[in-house]
């Protein structure tokens, strides 16, 4: 009898130690942060971001530290949209089937997003750099019309074996995987 309160005991401490653990990417924001009223704990496919809309593009890729770019991720083929710096959330979407970007994009608007930009992109791959481990991560919202071979490209987030992880390039037109997450702004 002893022996078994002993480890009820142990699982219950045990338990409450693996609970209370905090989310790191709260900590992570509680330091950066002075207003501590903005944190709160998020679901773990929302990534709070700090995003300078007035960063050229080169500089956007550059503080990202990735190990891997594509040359074409340039601010002459993808203009700044916003300015100002801005508190966004993004969510990740994942439809776990193919899918087209016009359906993403259809669906997220439904659901009230707005697909993702370059700059929003850059934030989360900047700050949240783990965040690409598991699955492409692409930003349908800033697509760039190559005029040397008439197809549009959008941002992506990816680790590819061997090379680390890095922002390249991906087709608009292509049918994306079931793995892939879609990164989405609240409208």
């Given at each position: 009898m002893k022996n078994?309160?002993?480890s009820?005991?142990?699982?219950?401490?045990i338990s409450t130690a693996v609970l209370s653990?905090?989310?790191k990417r709260v900590l992570s924001l509680e330091?950066?942060?002075k207003d501590k009223a903005l944190v709160t704990k998020l679901p773990p496919n929302v990534y709070r971001v700090k995003v300078n809309y007035d960063l050229p593009v080169e500089k956007v890729v550059k503080l990202g530290k990735y190990d891997w770019?594509?040359?074409d991720i340039t601010s002459k083929h993808f203009p700044l949209k916003r300015s100002g710096t801005a508190d966004v959330e993004i969510e990740i979407k994942h439809f776990n089937r193919k899918i087209s970007s016009g359906e993403v994009i259809a669906e997220l608007d439904t659901m009230?997003?707005?697909p993702a930009e370059l700059h929003e992109l850059g934030a989360l791959?900047?700050?949240?750099?783990?965040s690409q481990r598991e699955f492409p991560?692409?930003?349908?919202?800033?697509v760039w019309h190559s005029l040397y071979s008439d197809y549009r490209y959008v941002p992506v987030i990816a680790r590819r074996r061997g090379r680390g992880r890095g922002l390249g390039l991906s087709l608009f037109g292509d049918v994306w995987g079931a793995s892939c997450g879609f990164s989405a702004v609240p409208k």
């Open positions: 078994l309160l002993i009820l005991l142990a699982i219950l401490f653990q905090p989310d330091n950066k942060t770019t594509d040359g009230g997003f707005r791959g900047e700050q949240y750099p783990d991560i692409i930003a349908l919202g800033s």
